[in-house]
């Protein structure tokens, strides 16, 4: 079975810039596999952040921004804020027509 | 306003059947994809299946096909999550959202807690 990987943990300073990856055990992640984000805060339910590779879902900060690095999809952080503290998951979209997550990325704002 | 409300936690005993339910409003029910994700205690997200709702078309991942049974209810807007023998690992955080195109939640409902224990 495909896995999607993702860094296990990310630190960066308040006001600072992160960029999370996800790719591909095997290949590269292209718009194809419609990459989407998430973030989840310990007992929450996950928020959708970014879909279709680079659109911000509706109220989410234009600090958050997708898109396609090299052979990976990627969300960048611009300005990183302490409510930022979260964990970061990815999914990609594929062929066979089921999602897959990525093992998920803690970033941690200090 | 999109909104998504799962049925309350659960407490049941190995070997008990156990269906979960998910009711959509705001949107047209029929026309948009549910999907369904577990989480374990302390671990990440599992993309369990999908079920396109106007004429219950499912697809599963290779992880959980044959271990539940996903379904909706057009008539009611509800869309379901089943287990016919649970297992003390199927212990979880279960969340179903709506999967905008057949690819990527958007909306996500509050979570149903299972937890199975004899």
């Known amino acids: 079975q495909t896995v999607v990987t993702q860094e296990p943990s990310f630190s960066v300073s308040p006001g600072g810039t992160v960029t999370l990856t996800c790719g591909l055990s095997s290949g590269s992640v292209s718009t194809s596999y419609y990459p989407s984000w998430y973030q989840q805060t310990p007992g929450q339910a996950p928020r959708t952040l970014i879909y279709s590779t680079d659109t911000r879902s509706s109220g989410v900060p234009d600090r958050f921004s997708g898109s396609i690095l090299g052979n990976k999809a990627a969300l960048t952080i611009t300005g990183a804020q302490a409510d930022d503290e979260s964990d970061y998951y990815c999914v990609l979209y594929m062929s066979s027509g089921i999602s897959v997550f990525g093992g998920g990325t803690k970033v941690t704002v200090l | 306003e999109v909104q998504l409300v799962q049925s309350g936690a659960e407490v049941k005993k190995p070997g008990e059947s156990l269906k979960i339910s998910c009711k959509g409003s705001g949107y047209s029910f029929t026309t948009y994809w549910i999907g369904w994700v577990r989480q374990m205690p302390g671990k990440g997200l599992e993309w369990m299946g999908i079920v396109y709702p106007g004429d219950s078309d499912t697809r599963y991942s290779p992880s959980f096909q044959g271990q539940v049974t996903i379904s909706a209810d057009k008539s009611i807007d509800t869309a379901y999550l089943q287990w016919n023998s649970l297992k003390a690992s199927d212990s979880a955080m279960y969340y179903c959202?709506?999967?905008?195109?057949?690819?990527?939640?958007?909306?996500w409902g509050q979570g149903t807690l299972v937890t199975v224990s004899s």
């Open positions: 959202a709506r999967w905008y195109g057949g690819n990527s939640g958007d909306h």
